[in-house]
């Protein structure tokens, strides 16, 4: 089983830069595909971005294409997400997410993390 504990989310104004963390524990986290998912207010929760095991290949949802990079380091058992020139569409609470297999589909993913709250002013 992974535990996973997001971190580094605020409040920015557009345009603005933020950086996510996400930190893995217990079982094989480089085994796993991780993905970011957002919330917003009164909306589903969508696809941001993923990554397979090692690491190649990031796949991005076309609403953050060019703008968010995702990255992950399995020495540190840690994924990133590196948001720029942030929108007010990008508010919610962001979650990361592990798969056995590489996938936007949200309920293909097995452990997820608390959340944390990124806010964009306009």
């Known amino acids: 089983q992974v535990q996973l504990v997001e971190s580094g989310g605020g409040s920015v104004q557009a345009g603005g830069s933020l950086r996510l963390s996400c930190a893995g524990s217990?079982?094989?986290?480089?085994?796993?595909?991780m993905g970011w998912f957002r919330q917003a207010p009164g909306k589903e929760r969508e696809f941001v971005a993923g990554?397979?095991?090692?690491?190649?290949?990031?796949y991005y949802a076309d609403s953050v294409k060019g703008r968010f990079t995702i990255s992950r380091d399995n020495a540190k058992k840690m994924v990133g997400l590196q948001m720029k020139s942030l929108k007010s569409e990008d508010t919610g609470v962001y979650y990361c997410a592990a798969s056995t297999i590489a996938t936007m589909i949200f309920d293909k993913y097995d452990y997820w993390g608390q959340g944390t709250q990124v806010t964009v002013s306009s």
């Open positions: 990554i397979s095991w090692s690491g190649g290949s990031p």
């Open positions: 217990g079982g094989t986290f480089s085994s796993y595909a």
